[in-house]
């Protein structure tokens, strides 16, 4: 990932939103009705609920084509594509592992044809793979439970501070080997071992690790799904934890007393690929085509704050919320973008950088 493209695409997106008028809302192109299924996985909680509200529902009334749900779990759909039958139809995944994916012959190549040429010139080229389209913008940082750490008083504002239990007591959450790349497992251990945001790639594993080792005792959760971190907070499992800020803002918003840090916060972006040989590939692009209009993406922005992968959908977003999206001009300055060039590099046995942390994550959380 080019950091300076997405920066650009960002700036010409908040841009956008600063011109007048609204776009209108457009009638579902008939390519894209049809009957049958399609089945999604979703990491549920708050994010389904959005999910849901923008995407699903909304597809199902205006298409004929009904949505089934199914729990996220990457590991058990990869093994079920490789016995030719996928558990789901369509997964989102990290962007840095979309090489991954498709090195395991996991996922089709993308067919674009049902996309509208509107669509398609709203959005960014990178968000418009040959195995993937963009999913959503969004960012990891550092959360906590203000009852423990008041927003007006001494709070942890960075990934120093989650690392540091003497100034900032309590367990932490963190993410476990399945998110370690979207959960910015090894980048926060980096920049909470002093690694500054220039120095950052390529990523040193040996202190990476040795970090994560050093914190493990004063660890009360390692999450999965990205509902976990919000929930360990809200339940005091946890004080601190390393987060999605879509999630924390969302609980907050429900009155949840937690708040969110973008400072060192990751920037970050998914994929949605459709899995290799599904029985419900042309649904699948239907769906992937219909969600990634203007109209869908800016009502997910509004229902949890991420970022839209449609820059047109800024012409419909409300300017406070889009102030507040990972890649927003003044929060990008406190921000890092993660290198995904690097995690899809080859090591010389083969192996790509993300394989090879994930070797070692399972390894280190085993013991």
């Known amino acids: 990932m080019q950091a300076t493209t997405i920066s650009f695409a960002f700036s010409a997106a908040l841009f956008v939103s600063a ?21 999604v996985t ?6 389904e609920e959005a999910q849901k509200k923008a995407f699903f529902d909304p597809f199902t009334r205006d298409t004929g084509i009904k949505v089934v749900l199914v729990p996220e779990d990457h590991a058990k759909l990869l093994a079920s594509v490789k016995l030719g039958q996928p558990a789901a139809d369509i997964t989102d995944i990290p962007g840095g592992e979309l090489s ?44 906590y439970n203000t009852k423990k750490y008041p ?11 989650l690392y540091n239990v003497k100034e900032f ?38 202190r990476a690790f040795a970090k994560v080792k050093q914190l493990m005792p004063d660890v009360g959760r390692w999450w999965v799904a990205g509902a976990d971190a919000p929930q360990s907070l809200i339940d005091g499992e946890v004080d601190l934890a390393a987060a999605y800020n879509g999630r924390i803002n969302t609980a907050k918003k429900q009155g949840a007393p937690l708040a969110f840090s973008w400072d060192q916060s990751l920037v970050q972006f998914d994929y949605w690929i459709v899995m290799k040989d599904t029985p419900n590939k042309e649904n699948a692009f ?81 013991q």
């Open 19 to 39: 011109l007048p008028g609204a776009a209108q809302a457009q009638d579902v192109p008939n390519n894209l009705k049809g009957t049958g299924e399609v089945v």
């Open 42 to 47: 979703s990491g549920g909680g708050t994010w």
């Open 100 to 143: 991954a994916w498709v090195g395991k012959d996991a996922a089709e190549k993308f067919d674009y044809r049902y996309f509208g040429k509107e669509t398609l010139t709203g959005m960014p080229e990178q968000m418009k793979a040959e195995y993937g389209v963009g999913s959503l913008l969004y960012s990891i940082g550092v959360a």
């Open 151 to 161: 927003e007006d008083g001494k709070h942890p504002k960075d990934w120093a501070d």
């Open 169 to 206: 007591p309590g367990k932490r959450a963190l993410p476990k080997c399945d998110k370690i790349l979207d959960g910015g497992l090894l980048e926060g251990a980096l920049l909470g071992d002093g690694v500054t945001p220039d120095k950052l790639y390529p990523l040193d594993m040996d």
């Open 286 to 366: 239907k769906f992937l085509a219909y969600i990634s209009r203007p109209e869908p993406q800016a009502a997910f922005a509004e229902a949890i704050s991420y970022g839209p992968v449609n820059n047109e959908a800024y012409k419909v977003i409300p300017k406070d919320v889009a102030q507040i999206l990972p890649g927003a001009p003044e929060l990008v300055k406190k921000q890092v973008f993660q290198n995904y060039a690097w995690w899809s590099e080859k090591r010389p046995d083969g192996q790509t950088n993300y394989d090879a942390a994930l070797q070692r994550c399972v390894a280190l959380l085993s």
